[in-house]
């Protein structure tokens, strides 16, 4: 037994310890501690009272039972008298067993509460820090009742001790999370803030956590805190290593208190105010430059800190994602981590690089560390690390590099880490799809995943590929050549047996020409691994077979044969049995139209998002997927590879509820037979500038339109007037992305409202269309009204200094982010008019100095877009500089009608 | 925040468990031997990080302990090493090189000194000097080391 050489040692407490360690046994041990709970139990009961010191040393026993892992059924009631005593240690020991032992529902919390606040009463400052971490470490419900009202005040009281107020604003900050109902807002709230200019750093550490947590609760209550933060943190970047006395942590200056207060800013986005943004920014490039200065010390505890901060001010830029200088440098000072020695570094650099591939303005800044990255895959000895570079990978992908990137994945797959083998299956199949130029190259991808990682290709990715190749014509007769070829190989994966029979089932015969392709050598190859594969591709199998019956009536006989034999028309299971016999009779009974119409070719997958994505996002958690959607890609960002239909793709326009006849109704009605209307643009144009009034009119009807956006948000009236004296029956409209339907019928003179609720997704160039059909007298009348709902309706303005306008000009300025177009003048050229204009369009204006140029700019939906309009004799001549090729495009063409 | 702190040795044996949030006794033991099984399997000179469900595990070994920190996701992991380490200092003060053994046989003072390090999963207090001031003075208001000898050793 070592000698206890300070405080108050329990000498008890120590025997029983070293006991325990000297058991030789499990049995021993708990032979051991079967005694001493037997003891322990006799003292508490016995007729004699127990001193304060002999409790506290069985409580203490009892603590330490516990924490060995074995239950414990009483002394609780000891520890609570435990809180009474006035002897410090007691109380501690007391308050120690119940922050481990007690659990919120137990019937002692009253009793404890009651300890709680006595001590908190004493104004003794130990027993006060005793009774708030106690708060702190239960955290209950209860306590949150009993003690939410009171922390708050102790906290901004003017007296309190400096320690106090620490605990007090963590114990308030615990109370928050567990309860947040309880803790109630107040004239304490602004008070807190101004800890921020505390004295006592310890202090303004926790009050920064405090208030970091209330901030992300309700931003607006606490926006006096930026310019605090901003102040405070200037003053320690800014501070001598040695001015904070204790508070500086290997050379490096209050590192807890600046991670603290880069995290609050986190909160935020950039500061409004010009001078508060300037200060901070020099700030983070103060940061940025401390990391190029030679070390103060060679302990790891030194660079440990120094770059803690580093990447904490690097979250901070990526959170704002507003400073393209600071991005770049930030991806900069990372990239010199990919390399560096300690493995730490090199994990955590490839980390936040994956939150930097998505900021547009780093994007390409990235990308061009990718050989670094590839090679810490081939290279890292630690899995953790390989796993941060493929997610890298994934994030920095895009249509330039798609190929390498899913080679070098593919081939790290051969001989990759098993428990990440699925992720980086999922991870290959997205960027192949996604990614995808020719399909060829994608179906060639798949393939390759199944032969490399078959047991690790779910069936999300087969399902995949097969919708894929059947949504595609292009592609099916190169996947059946290649699916034809992979079956070949000696040892082939089940997964690929499905893929397999599938397509050949399907596509079989536009290879069938070829005589070393013939149907009955594909069926004796799919056939040859029937006996090696499970139950479900059995049944996948058999399905084919009849498929091949009707595409190929040459094989017929083969393949009834096969049907036919007792393995198969008796088989075991129940399935495989019931699929043989019914084909069997099918293929006998059926003539060859009815063959035809059954065993059809699928017809096309709808489409939904893909399937893959939404496991690897179920995997990964919600938000940890870094954001690889086509928004945030400026330079190959077209969708030209999506075959969904590109408009419902672009705008999800969902109808208020509706009261009318639905869809399927007017499908079985005797108003189907609509034909085809030419769709009505007539005042398409008129409405770039404004946001009401008619949009189509004829002897019956009239459409009018009020609209209003938020952002890329819209919502349209439609009103419908009928301008004759009769009624309009079955009335009904649609659009050509969501049924919807309005009120059946319109009395004569009347008006009906429709409201429509739009919400812009991604750039776009089509119009919804409008369809409305509506029998008037007996005739039925047809009208498609094109909705003008145009791209720059969803802008925002922008308020920029010339400055700022400028230099984002000059940052668009990749040839294909620019569109021009100079024109002839339709209107009659009044300056006041065209700037009126301009101001509707573009928002904003007076940017430039020469007056014959307007000037404005806006943000459709996290994009920026510029446009200068400088007026010549009688000419216009626009220019539009976007971040995206196709953004500037529309605009252009839109804008162009408009002067 | 921080979730939990776990001091084990290499055998596996935990010396010390802080939870910083409310978790049924069966789900501590379950994470107990998942991190214990997790942390001790790494290879040497691998990085201190580990993702773990929703959260970041740090550890690092000091001698024959091991000490391992849950913390939620957006947290700084440099930092947490120096947690760490911190704690170790202040462990190292007041035991005056700091084993193994201290730890075992004055486990109620870790804890002690952990909870004023350490509140409800956030830093309090990260000067050394002042956390020490802490604990010294509260060991002031105990006894002598005749008491302690004069006590009973059972």
């Not at chain 1, 690929?496 to 190859?525: M, T």
């Not at chain 1, 998002?609 to 938000?623: D, M, V």
């Amino acid at each position: 037994m070592p000698t206890v050489s300070k405080g108050d040692g329990m000498r008890g407490l120590a025997v029983f310890i070293s006991d325990i360690r000297n058991c030789k046994s499990k049995e021993a041990e708990i032979k051991r501690i079967n005694k001493e709970l037997a003891n322990i139990r006799s003292k508490f009961k016995g007729d004699k009272a127990l001193d304060g010191y002999s409790k506290k040393k069985y409580v203490c026993k009892l603590l330490f039972i516990f924490l060995l892992g074995h239950d414990i059924d009483f002394g609780h009631m000891e520890a609570v008298n435990l809180l009474s005593s006035n002897k410090y240690t007691e109380k501690q020991i007391g308050y120690l067993f119940i922050s481990v032992l007690v659990n919120s529902n137990s019937d002692l919390i009253r009793l404890i509460n009651n300890g709680i606040k006595n001590d908190l009463a004493s104004r003794n400052p130990t027993f006060m820090n005793l009774a708030l971490h106690c708060i702190a470490n239960v955290g209950s419900r209860e306590m949150a009742e009993a003690f939410a009202f009171e922390i708050p005040s102790i906290l901004v009281a003017g007296d309190t001790m400096d320690s106090v107020k620490q605990s007090a604003a963590l114990c308030l900050l615990r109370l928050n999370r567990t309860s947040p109902d309880l803790v109630p807002m107040g004239e304490w709230t602004a008070r807190v803030v101004h800890l921020l200019n505390d004295q006592h750093l310890g202090v303004v550490t926790a009050a920064t956590s405090l208030i970091t947590t209330l901030a992300q609760k309700s931003p607006d209550d606490f926006k006096t805190s930026i310019s605090l933060a901003v102040a405070r943190l200037s003053r320690i970047v800014t501070s001598a290593s040695i001015d904070l006395q204790d508070y500086t942590y290997y050379f490096v200056a209050a590192p807890w208190l600046s991670v603290k207060l880069l995290r609050l800013l986190q909160c935020y986005p950039p500061p409004e105010d010009a001078a508060l943004r300037s200060r901070l920014t020099e700030c983070l490039e103060t940061i940025l430059n401390k990391a190029q200065e030679p070390p103060k010390s060679k302990k790891v505890q030194h660079s440990n800190a120094k770059n803690a901060v580093l990447f904490e001010a690097i979250s901070l830029i990526i959170h704002h994602d507003s400073e393209p200088t600071l991005l770049v440098r930030a991806c900069n000072q990372l990239g010199q981590f990919l390399q560096h020695r300690e493995t730490n570094l090199r994990y955590l650099a490839l980390e936040s690089m994956c939150t930097l591939a998505s900021s547009e303005f780093s994007h390409e800044a990235v990308k061009t560390h990718i050989d670094t990255v590839i090679n810490a895959l081939k290279t890292e000895r630690d899995v953790s690390v390989r796993q941060r570079a493929v997610d890298l990978l994934y994030a920095m992908c895009d249509r330039s590099n798609a190929k390498q990137i899913v080679a070098e994945m593919l081939s790290y797959l051969e001989t990759a880490d098993y428990s990440i083998r699925e992720e980086i299956v999922l991870k290959v199949a997205i960027l192949a799809e996604k990614y995808a130029v020719d399909y060829t190259w994608y179906v060639d991808t798949i393939l390759n995943l199944i032969r490399v990682a078959g047991d690790y290709v779910s069936e999300e990715v087969w399902y995949r590929v097969i919708q894929i190749v059947i949504n595609r014509d292009d592609v099916q007769g190169y996947a059946a050549k290649t699916v034809f070829e992979a079956l070949h190989a000696p040892a082939c994966h089940e997964n690929l047996v499905k893929v397999g029979g599938y397509i050949l089932g399907e596509f079989g015969n536009l290879i069938a020409g070829d005589s070393r392709s013939s149907p009955l050598v594909q069926f004796s190859l799919l056939h040859s691994k029937f006996h090696l594969c499970s139950v479900p591709t059995r049944a996948l199998l058999l399905s084919a077979y009849i498929k091949f019956i009707n595409l190929f009536p040459e094989v017929k006989a083969t393949i009834q044969d096969v049907l036919r034999s007792d393995s198969q028309l008796r088989n075991a299971d129940v399935e495989l049995q019931q699929r043989a016999v019914e084909y069997l009779k099918l293929s006998c009974i059926a003539s060859t139209d009815i063959l035809a119409t059954v065993l059809e070719e699928m017809p096309p997958f709808p489409e939904r998002e893909s399937s893959i994505l939404a496991k690897l996002k179920r995997k990964k958690g919600p938000g940890k997927l870094p954001d690889i959607d086509e928004n945030r890609r400026n330079v190959n960002g077209s969708s030209e590879h999506s075959f969904r239909p590109p408009f419902t793709d672009v705008l999800n326009l969902n109808s208020s509820p509706s009261t009318g006849p639905s869809l399927l109704v007017d499908v079985f009605s005797d108003s189907s037979t609509s034909v085809s209307v030419d769709v009505s643009e007539d005042n398409f144009s008129r409405f770039v500038c404004k946001n009401n009034g008619v949009i189509y009119e004829n002897q019956l009807l009239q459409i009018g339109l009020k609209s209003e956006y938020r952002q890329n948000l819209g919502r349209i009236y439609v009103f419908y007037g009928n301008k004759t004296s009769t009624q309009f029956l079955s009335f009904s409209s649609f659009l050509n992305v969501h049924a919807k339907s309005v009120d059946p019928i319109i009395e004569g003179g009347a008006q009906v409202q429709q409201i429509l609720n739009i919400e812009c997704v991604s750039d776009f160039t089509d119009a919804p269309v409008l369809n409305i059909q509506f029998r008037y007298g007996g005739t039925l009348q047809n009208i498609a009204v094109k909705l003008p709902v145009m791209l720059n309706k969803f802008f925002q303005p922008t308020e920029m200094t010339s400055q700022d306008f400028f230099q984002r000009w000059k940052q668009l300025g990749a040839p294909q982010q620019e569109v021009q177009k100079i024109f002839k003048a339709q209107y009659p050229m009044d300056t006041d008019v065209t700037k009126a204009k301009v101001l509707v369009l573009l928002c904003w204006n007076g940017v430039d100095p020469n007056p014959a140029n307007f000037v404005g700019a806006g943000v459709i939906h996290t994009k920026s877009t510029q446009g200068g309009l400088p007026p010549q004799t009688g000419m216009y001549r626009l220019t539009l500089r976007t971040s995206r090729e196709s953004v500037s495009q529309r605009l252009c063409e839109l804008l162009g009608e408009q002067f | 925040m921080m979730r939990f702190l776990l001091l084990f040795s290499r055998q596996g044996k935990l010396r010390l468990q802080k939870w910083f949030t409310p978790i049924p006794e069966r789900e501590k033991k379950k994470i107990i031997r998942e991190m214990t099984t997790m942390v001790l399997a790494r290879q040497p000179r691998s990085c201190n990080f580990l993702h773990w469900k929703d959260l970041k595990i740090i550890y690092k070994r000091y001698a024959s302990l091991y000490f391992c920190l849950a913390i939620e996701n957006h947290e700084n992991e440099l930092l947490a090493l120096e947690v760490i380490h911190r704690y170790v200092e202040l462990l190292d003060k007041y035991f005056g090189n700091v084993c193994e053994l201290d730890i075992i046989f004055n486990f109620e003072k870790a804890y002690f000194i952990l909870d004023e390090f350490l509140l409800g999963g956030e830093i309090q207090e990260t000067s050394k000097q002042i956390v020490n001031r802490c604990i010294e003075s509260s060991d002031m208001l105990q006894e002598t080391m005749e008491e302690y000898m004069s006590k009973p050793a059972f």
